[in-house]
């Protein structure tokens, strides 16, 4: 198990300027099919959230400087779900709320959130050659004007009908892609274990 210093956390940030700069350019390119705004959080409702361990090291840093009153309801939050996940036989696809989502739907840790927490709501294309489509487009919201959800397609017909400037695009968002040695310009990092959050709680 990697022991992270101060140095591994600097190098961490370093990598997710460099992240941020590539997101925010396909975020940009994708604005017209996007319904993310402040406030909404179905994505953090719902979910198992993978994280590699320094990325959830990261996360503890940004849990340790926030409001001591909100520490203590994070934890609460933590206890609870640790007690409903351990009455659980089958543990393989525990669905949760994230605990360090507030009552008021804010994330108490957003400067230090997660890579998946940094790029859903986007289409992210896989290694196979096959995407997944961000399922908040079921609510109505992201690509759901676009997407024919009963053939599991994107509706180019509908894109050119409804006006849009940019094509629907996928990218290589997953944690296997963004971890990739070729986005680094600094020494690799080492990520550790990816395992869902509730192995790390």
């Not at 925010?24 to 319904?35: A, G, N």
Request: net charge negative; glycine share 4%; aromatic share 14%.
């Amino acid at each position: 198990m990697p022991d992270y210093t101060i140095e591994d956390f600097s190098k961490y940030k370093q990598y997710l300027n460099t992240i941020n700069v590539v997101l925010e350019r396909y975020f940009e390119d994708q604005k017209e099919y996007l319904r993310c705004k402040a406030g909404c959080s179905h994505c953090c409702e719902h979910g198992d959230y993978p994280f590699s361990e320094l990325e959830f090291q990261y996360m503890l840093l940004g849990f340790f400087r926030i409001d001591p009153q909100e520490q203590k309801e994070v934890i609460k939050r933590i206890q609870a779900l640790k007690e409903e996940y351990a009455k659980l036989e089958d543990k393989k696809e525990f669905s949760h709320r994230c605990p360090f989502l507030s009552e008021k739907g804010i994330c108490t840790i957003y400067e230090y959130r997660g890579l998946i927490c940094r790029t859903f709501g986007l289409i992210t294309k896989h290694e196979s050659g096959k995407y997944t489509i961000p399922f908040c487009q079921e609510l109505g919201l992201n690509y759901a004007e676009v997407y024919d959800s009963e053939n599991k397609v994107l509706d180019y017909d509908k894109v050119k009908e409804l006006g849009y400037k940019n094509l629907p695009n996928a990218y290589r968002t997953n944690l296997k892609a963004l971890t990739s040695e070729e986005l680094f310009e600094c020494e690799p990092l080492d990520f550790g274990q990816i395992h869902p959050m509730m192995h790390w709680l």
